[in-house]
């Protein structure tokens, strides 16, 4: 759990191939790369169809008012590039601020490629070569984070939060299925019912109780909460569990992403029905108060839809304790209560591709352990955008088999049905852009998801926050750096010995606005609050012996996602400057902040 030396880490990669580099470096191989592109493309559409006509006459072409369409068009198309001179550089090893650098030249070629012939993987009909993509680019991720890729499922998203939608949409399908067929079949036999145990069935008992009482697909359907009246059904499970049913809850930890939140509301659920788990002293899921919630939604008879864990969270880059929530749900399954486990690694999943190899002794044991427990989960949200170098937007849902994926379905009669493989009917997404998958696949293919590929370059990003973090505990004495730090995300408050924690926040907001107006480095804050944050909040105070008198914490925060920040001589170059520039603002907020 050393600091490693750079060059060691990423011997077996080069990764001055994959990107093309603060300065155009690779200006060459990308023009070269965008000819092919388009060079194929235009082929392919003057060679299709041989026989036919040109549709655009050299006469129409050499017309005054085409001239002017056309001058008119690449007018506007340089005032855009103009414009998008100010966007801001993510591109550099000075930007530290948010879960973006810029994209890989593999992702951008792919993408590119796909963007112009512009498939649709609503269906194979409009998408022959994107949708075959699709499916080995997810095999490719289902790989990589230890699912069996023959048996697993998934397709991608436009990001992570409707990859956490699709594994609301499929565990409340499980529930939902479970609990209609258990309140048909007890309204039958009038024996004692339980909509937690009913709901929580899994698919063995579930399809042996349906044969055992051959209920007929009408009558599950006419007991179901999402496909009739909720209301009406809830009546009947009161009527039948004998007390008033409050529905089913999401347990989801204080740290989770704002996208559950919004899952509570779209899938009409309530608010009140995601259950906040409490994290510990080191920000992440605490596995007692985990256990807790699930035993008070026994005790009330309420489903639990899914737990979610987290790996890499937004906020610092942790991750949850996967293995032991895995051990907790393994306890109640062997009891017969089978709960949806989803992980969300829009930002950590990527960190698997070092599992199996000595990068792993870059982790400690516990979020090793952690990450190698993803392949047991029943779903798993990844972002190809984040960690994974592709461009916006691209995110991707997996299931570990094909039972697990299943969501309910809905025709249209306009596209062909007997298609094999069509994702059309259940993917929340109905038209699907080919581009994320075609620039994940060709990721996968030249940089490879293996530990001496990716995971090697995933290792080095963790190694430059360790660089990082251990020059500011010995070189900034006013610098509180927040512990621990799971993977690439650093975190660090202002302050110094004695200060009350209003005074430390005060110092690290001042601090925030001076990089803000100071282009030499972009930085991103983060505010934990006592409500998620508590028991970490208290431990970081102590730690650095801050009074506690407010109901938060300011944080500024670093994500090393840059490629080319962990070389030697990069980190050597700017380490230092970032440095100085950190010790003359904290000077600063000491004596302004006082």
């Excluded at 011997?11 to 194929?40: P, Q, T």
């Excluded at 007991?223 to 209301?231: D, E, H, Q």
């Excluded at 070389?567 to 003359?584: H, S, W, Y």
Aim: hydrophobic share 40%; glycine share 6%; aromatic share 10%.
């Amino acid at each position: 759990m050393g600091v490693y030396r750079t060059h060691d880490i990423m011997a077996a990669m080069s990764i001055e191939a994959y990107f093309l580099g603060a300065k155009s470096e690779n200006a060459d191989s990308v023009r070269r790369a965008f000819d092919e592109i388009l060079r194929h493309w235009f082929d392919w559409r003057s060679e299709r169809f041989p026989d036919d006509d040109n549709v655009i006459s050299d006469a129409e072409r050499k017309s005054e008012k085409f001239s002017i369409e056309n001058e008119r068009l690449h007018t506007a198309l340089k005032a855009l590039c103009d414009m998008l001179l100010a966007e801001t550089p993510t591109f550099t090893p000075r930007y530290l601020s948010h879960m973006l650098s810029e994209a890989s030249l593999p992702a951008l070629f792919g993408h590119l490629a796909a963007l112009l012939h512009n498939p649709n993987n609503t269906s194979r009909e409009v998408s022959r070569v994107g949708a075959r993509v699709e499916v080995e680019a997810i095999a490719m991720l289902a790989d990589m984070i230890g699912f069996n890729s023959a048996k697993a499922q998934g397709h991608f998203t436009s990001g992570g939060t409707i990859a956490n939608f699709e594994a609301v949409w499929r565990a409340r399908y499980r529930i939902d299925h479970a609990l209609a067929l258990g309140l048909v079949a007890a309204e039958k036999s009038r024996m004692p019912f339980s909509a937690f145990e009913s709901a929580h069935m899994g698919w063995a008992a579930f399809d042996r109780l349906r044969l055992r009482d051959a209920t007929s697909e009408l009558a599950t359907r006419a007991a179901s909460s999402v496909l009739c009246n909720p209301l009406e059904i809830a009546e009947r499970i009161s009527k039948c569990s004998r007390r008033s049913y409050r529905g089913p809850v999401l347990i989801t930890p204080g740290s989770k992403h704002f996208s559950w939140r919004k899952a509570a509301n779209i899938f009409h659920l309530g608010e009140e029905s995601l259950w906040n788990a409490p994290l510990d002293n080191e920000g992440r899921l605490d596995m007692g108060e985990l256990q807790t919630l699930i035993e008070k939604a026994r005790r009330e008879d309420r489903p639990i839809i899914a737990v979610v864990s987290v790996a890499g969270t937004t906020e610092a880059g942790e991750i949850d304790p996967i293995d032991s929530v895995t051990s907790v749900l393994n306890e109640y399954r062997l009891n017969g209560i089978h709960i949806w486990h989803h992980v969300d690694a829009a930002y950590g999943g990527y960190f698997c591709s070092m599992l199996g190899s000595e990068l792993e002794k870059i982790l400690d044991d516990g979020r090793s352990a952690a990450l190698k427990a993803i392949r047991l989960a029943d779903s798993v949200t990844i972002d190809p955008h984040k960690l994974g170098y592709v461009p916006y937007a691209c995110g991707a849902f997996l299931t570990r088999d094909e039972r697990l994926y299943t969501a309910s379905t809905f025709n249209a009669p306009y596209i062909d049905r007997a298609e094999i493989g069509d994702k059309w009917q259940s993917t929340i997404e109905g038209s699907r852009t080919a581009a994320g998958a075609a620039a994940t696949w060709l990721s996968g293919r030249t940089m490879g998801f293996e530990p001496d590929c990716f995971g090697a370059f995933m290792a080095s990003t963790i190694n430059a926050r360790r660089i990082f973090a251990k020059a500011i505990t010995s070189q900034c004495k006013n610098v509180a750096v927040l512990e621990p730090a799971d993977t690439n995300i650093l975190c660090f408050s202002i302050g110094k010995k004695g200060d009350s924690l209003s005074y430390s926040n005060k110092r690290t907001d001042y601090v925030f606005g001076l990089f803000q107006k100071d282009p030499s480095f972009s930085v991103s804050k983060t505010v934990f609050d006592v409500e998620n944050y508590c028991r970490l909040v208290e431990a970081h105070a102590k730690r650095h012996e801050m009074a506690l008198d407010d109901g938060k914490l300011s944080l500024i925060r670093c994500v090393f996602m840059n490629p080319f920040l962990p070389k030697g001589e990069v980190l050597e170059k700017f380490l230092p400057k970032f440095i100085a520039r950190l010790n003359f603002y904290a000077e600063q907020a000491l004596e302004l902040c006082d």
